[in-house]
């Protein structure tokens, strides 16, 4: 039976983003209200609830688990609501035992739309950035974080060293599977990642939510931007095929907007308001069903 605490390993959910940005700092592109040193900062205990968060999620990220939680919410029966109540549902997420926590969810999807947008992408992109964490949603249906968010990674194939706490696959049942802990597992060489199943967390979710609203490239940032091990660390080069590298430079463009996008000024809402509401009229269905 597992205890309210490895549910909630983390403080609040932005701990493993604030993670991230030490694993992969960007000097050049970091704009927020804290210095690059204090980022770099690996002593902070901080850390030991990131360290706790990856070591539950390794060991219950298996591929049964992942069969399990895709039949669960893929069939989306949960629960049906107008697009702009989803994101004052995701906005439900708000920590209150961490008063420090900058900014909300619906902050940071806008300041990564924000920065797409200013550097004049498409609309379909922008699109992407203001929807790419909604699946976190998944936390609010009772989910535990490890379940939503943190690096993901394919299940049913050796786990690459590359990926972030990698010695805790040690207590994953796959890692001792014969069927499962081969460098392709249940997969064939470069057999494409349409093929593969990824770790479950917002990334699938969110992507299955939309795939026949937007363009492939931004499915593929939807569906791979925590997909650390590959798209930072080319980890999984021999399950991509040539269609799925054409597509990934689109997921490392995303990821800089995700990553280095967050600033301690919240965008003004009321002013960017009518644009918003007219791309997601424009991309998505007057309601969204999860
Ligand atoms: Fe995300
Ligand atoms: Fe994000």
Redesign the pocket.
Known sequence: MKNQFESVPLKNLDEW?DDLLRRYPDPENIATSKSTEEYRNYDEPQRDTVREFYRLNHTYQTYDFVMQKEAEFLSFNKKEMPVWSAFDFLNQLIDDSDPDTDLDQFQ??LQ?SEAIRRDGHPDWMVMVGLL??MGKVLCLFGEPQWAVVGDTFPVGCAYADKIVYPEFFANNPDFSNPKYNTRYGVYTPNCGLRNVHMSWGHDEYVYNMVKDRLPESGLYMLRY?SFYSQHRENAYDHLMDDHDREMFKWVKLFNTY??YSKNPTPPNWAELKPYYEDIVAKYLPPTLKF
């Open positions: 983003e940071h999807l990564t790419h964490d931007h995700d990553l």
